[in-house]
Antibody, heavy 119, light 112 residues
Framework: QVQLKESGPGLVQPSQTLSLTCTVSGFSLTSNSVHWVRQPPGKGLEWMGG???????DYNSALKSRLSISRDTSKSQVFLKMNSLQTDDTAIYFC?????????????WGQGVMVTVSS | DVVLTQTPPTLSATIGQSVSISCRSSQSLLDGDGDTYLNWLLQRPGQSPQLLIYSVSNLESGVPNRFSGSGSETDFTLKISGVEAEDLGVYYC?????????FGSGTKLEIK
């Protein structure tokens, strides 16, 4: 069945780079799109960006200068790298699969990984 | 960016009560292809969001039919006909017509 699982460090120092991995199973990255969504503690959801089946990427313009999303299809993994982290980047980071065949929506989500930015 | 305004921010309901959540968009969500990409998600406490409804009114597989969605252009509504205990959590609307994808600020449903 379709599964996504995020992994990465729980604590990152300010000004450092965040690196997260989303490992997927049950579907192919070459024919599906995977996106990252984050949620600061007690707050709402923010779309960060995603990578499409053809390898192209889209980013939220608010984060574009700091964000990079890539993948390794042989390992079924999608990567997020974001630099110059600040305390307001503290959040739960989710990866999620995007469906575009009949409509546009996220159908499966990972459990999320909590990232705290603190010295 | 499209701003989605959800009301009310919190909702308290008894089991069996019917409730509605409003989502208003700062721009029409009608796409050039004639579709409207407005979705509803539920995030239960401590869990990831889950899809309830896509494209305004289409129920995701496995979602109980007490959930229904309606609306057009800029005004949308999620209705729960007969709240159950498992429905507690935060409900988000989300639009995928315009880039970037955006979410509403959420409506927290509490069970009395």
């Amino acid at each position: 069945q379709v599964q996504l699982k995020e992994s990465g460090p729980g604590l990152v120092q300010p000004s450092q780079t965040l690196s997260l991995t989303c490992t997927v199973s049950g579907f192919s990255l070459t024919s599906n799109s995977v996106h990252w969504v984050r949620q600061p503690p007690g707050k709402g959801l923010e779309w960060m960006g995603g990578i499409w089946g053809d390898g192209s990427t889209d980013y939220n313009s608010a984060l574009k200068s700091r964000l990079s999303i890539s993948r390794d299809t042989s390992k079924s993994q999608v990567f997020l790298k974001m630099n110059s982290l600040q305390t307001d980047d503290t959040a739960i980071y989710f990866c999620t699969r995007w469906v575009t065949t009949t409509a546009n929506y996220f159908d499966y989500w990972g459990q999320g990984v909590m990232v705290t930015v603190s010295s | 960016d499209v701003v989605l305004t959800q009301t009310p921010p919190t909702l308290s309901a008894t089991i069996g009560q019917s409730v509605s959540i409003s989502c208003r968009s700062s721009q029409s969500l009608l796409d050039g292809d004639g579709d409207t990409y407005l979705n509803w998600l539920l995030q239960r406490p401590g869990q990831s969001p889950q899809l309830l409804i896509y494209s305004v009114s289409n129920l995701e597989s496995g979602v109980p039919n007490r959930f229904s969605g309606s609306g057009s252009e800029t005004d949308f509504t999620l209705k729960i006909s007969g709240v159950e205990a498992e429905d507690l959590g935060v409900y988000y609307c989300m639009q995928a017509t315009h880039a970037p994808l955006t979410f509403g600020s959420g409506t927290k449903l509490e069970i009395k």
